[in-house]
């Protein structure tokens, strides 16, 4: 009876196959903060920075939409365009979108974008964003940035919030085919170490933690050596 139930709950999800570095994203029909129909094939040409909040957030969206409005200052956007997709459809509609993104910095060199609900909870869980309704108000999701390149392929997937403006231009130059900085790759490591561990790491003593230090930087010492003499070497 159990086996049953949960095969015909299986059968009732959408397949999700997982979307990794090089894949193309499938088609989806966005709608920007001012109601305009977009897609992401419509931006071939440029590299996208493709990051997921929500409007109703009291987390960390805002510090993520902060750092984007941020980066699309910086950046060309001939060049590179910069998105945020709602993990909240349902509430964050097109005039939501244009209230929120107008609180921020340079408001009108970035794009808040939504979509139909399935669909775009479709693709995010391909990404591997995962939203999930917990209650009235809040939905919970993995904290990732996408990059994408001029042919709409995935060049890097970055995960948690604690990269920089600075250290997105620099995967996105290397989406548009300059080397890979080495140490960018380093920042955003340790970054995601700090950010995964960083509650368990502040439990342990000092011992502790600097065994836990060394181990670590044993563990990337390697190949760190290998591609900063690849890097020097181009």
């Known amino acids: 009876m159990l086996a049953a139930l949960v095969i015909a709950l299986l059968a009732a999800l959408p397949f999700a196959p997982q979307l990794h570095e090089g894949d193309t994203i499938p088609p989806i029909a966005l709608a920007d903060q001012d109601g305009r129909a977009f897609d992401l094939a419509g931006l ?14 009291t987390d960390s969206c805002a510090l993520v939409a ?4 941020r980066l699309a200052r910086l950046a060309d956007p001939r060049i590179v365009s910069v998105i945020a997709l709602t993990v909240d459809p349902d509430y964050d ?12 910095e340079t408001p009108s ?5 939504t979509a139909q609900r399935e669909p775009l909870l479709l693709l995010e869980r ?7 309704s917990k209650s009235a108000g809040r939905t919970d999701h993995a904290a990732l940035v996408v990059i994408l390149d001029g042919q709409g392929r995935i060049a890097h997937f970055v995960p948690g919030n604690a ?5 997105m231009q620099s995967l996105v130059r290397a989406a548009g085919g300059a080397p890979n900085d080495p140490f960018v790759a380093l920042e955003l490591f340790w970054s995601d170490v700090a950010a995964r561990c960083g509650r368990d790491a502040a ?10 230090a060394c181990a670590l930087t044993a563990a990337i010492a390697i190949p760190l050596v290998r591609a900063l003499s690849r890097y020097r070497a181009s």
């Open 203 to 212: 439990s342990l003593g000092g011992v502790q933690a600097l065994l836990l």
């Open 109 to 113: 060199r970035w794009t808040l974008a």
């Open 163 to 167: 990269w920089t403006p600075a250290q």
């Open 66 to 69: 902060a750092k984007l409005a």
């Open 126 to 132: 391909r990404l591997g964003v995962e939203p999930e």
């Open 93 to 104: 509609r097109p005039a939501q979108l244009r209230r929120y993104r107008a609180l921020f």
């Open 44 to 57: 071939h040409g440029r590299s996208v920075v493709l990051s997921f909040i929500y409007t109703r957030c």
